[in-house]
């Protein structure tokens, strides 16, 4: 079992900043890779951003592209999310997952996540 714990949202103006963090205990941290995902009310979950297990690689879904980045510090068992520019649509719970190392993944594929976290909530107010 991996245990998953987010923190940092909060309440910020459009064109604002939030760092959120996810927590990892219970495996080996560098067994998975992790992402980030969204919920906004009445929608879908989506795919934000997701990052392997060295940090070497990183994807993002395109409407975060060039403001957000995930990164991770192994030693630290935490993975990040840096949001930058935000915009009232980035209004939503945030969630991190964890998705056991594969050959050939699929991070867009919330299937592909094994674990996840309590979420966390995002308001940009415009």
């Known amino acids: 079992q991996v245990q998953l714990v987010e923190s940092g949202g909060g309440l910020v103006q459009a064109g604002g900043s939030l760092r959120l963090s996810c927590a990892a205990s219970g495996r080996p941290f560098t067994s998975y890779a992790m992402g980030w995902f969204r919920q906004a009310p009445g929608k879908e979950r989506e795919f934000v951003a997701a990052i392997n297990w060295s940090g070497g690689t990183t994807y993002y879904a395109d409407s975060v592209k060039g403001r957000f980045t995930i990164s991770r510090n192994n030693a630290k068992n935490t993975v990040y999310l840096q949001m930058n520019s935000l915009k009232p649509e980035d209004t939503a719970v945030y969630y991190c997952?964890?998705?056991?190392?594969?050959?050939?993944?699929?991070?867009?594929?919330?299937?592909?996540?094994?674990?996840w976290g309590q979420g966390t909530q995002v308001t940009v107010s415009s």
């Open positions: 997952a964890a998705a056991h190392n594969r050959i050939k993944p699929n991070w867009v594929d919330s299937y592909e996540y094994e674990y």
